[in-house]
């Protein structure tokens, strides 16, 4: 019975292979690349036509670029992939956990602890922004002045979506003044559909905050897909706890 390719390629792996050898082998087994068809993508094949480039050359080389360009594309979709999957599964955490939250001193301490840790910060908090004295046991909620921190923020403080990138000093100093150094953040604004109706109800501007001391680990290229919806449940589970009491 005639040896099949792969036995034969296997039976010469620990010889030392020439030219002569290569050529041989391939005398021998003239099916070999219509079982290896993916092997003449990779092969540099010349067509002798003088100096200038043959049509059959340069279509080859169109062929295997277009095949390395999909090959990239197609390690880049899975990677893609992977990481959402990834913050996917770190989002159905923290939405699990923030519904639980059964007050507002509860959800800024899950806040605290569970971005935190899920999105691998230095600082993560909930702030409410205003210029009223809070008094009672909201006391506990992380404020900042309303004036303030319009000023500091500036165009930021009136974004509808999730900010990613760095902040100025006077805005890390804002929001996490003991944590030293901060390179980069994540400022994820919420919203309300009536915020007439809970304007009276809620202790402030609402604003979630997370940051970090690595550069670039919140950048602008970050698609903030995921943190724009746990904003938005943020903001649902808000609503219910303030209307309900």
């Known amino acids: 019975m005639k040896p099949s390719s792969q036995n034969s390629l296997a039976k010469t792996d620990d010889l030392s292979l020439d030219d002569e050898s290569v050529a041989s082998y391939l005398l021998e087994h003239p099916d070999f690349f219509a079982d290896h068809e993916d092997l003449l993508l990779s092969l540099r094949i010349p067509h002798k036509s003088g100096q200038a480039i043959s049509l059959l050359e340069r279509q080859v080389s169109l062929l295997r670029r277009k095949n390395d360009e999909t090959q990239d594309k197609i390690t880049s979709f899975v990677e893609n992939a992977k990481e959402n999957d990834a913050l996917f599964e770190k989002t159905r955490t923290i939405v699990l956990d ?5 007050t507002l001193e509860d959800l800024s301490s899950l806040v605290e602890e569970k971005l935190k840790q899920e999105f691998d910060a230095t600082s993560s908090k909930l702030f409410f922004a ?5 008094e009672g046991s909201e006391s506990t909620i992380s404020i900042l002045p309303l004036e ?3 000023k500091v923020l500036g165009k930021l403080f009136q974004r509808k979506r999730a900010y990613c990138g ?3 000093k006077d805005q890390a100093t804002l929001f996490f003044p003991e944590s030293g150094k901060i390179s980069s953040v994540a400022i994820i604004p919420i ?3 009536d915020e007439a109706k809970l304007k009276a109800k809620l202790p402030g501007v609402p604003l979630l905050v997370v940051a970090s001391n690595k550069d670039k680990h919140f950048n602008s290229t970050l698609d ?3 943190l724009d919806f746990i904003g938005e449940i943020l903001s649902s589970h808000i609503n219910g706890l303030l209307i309900n009491t």
């Open 166 to 168: 760095s902040l100025n």
């Open 98 to 102: 923030i519904i639980k939250a059964t």
């Open 130 to 134: 205003t210029d009223d004295e809070i």
């Open 224 to 226: 903030t897909l995921f």
């Open 148 to 150: 303030l921190t319009s």
């Open 191 to 193: 919203h309300f559909q």
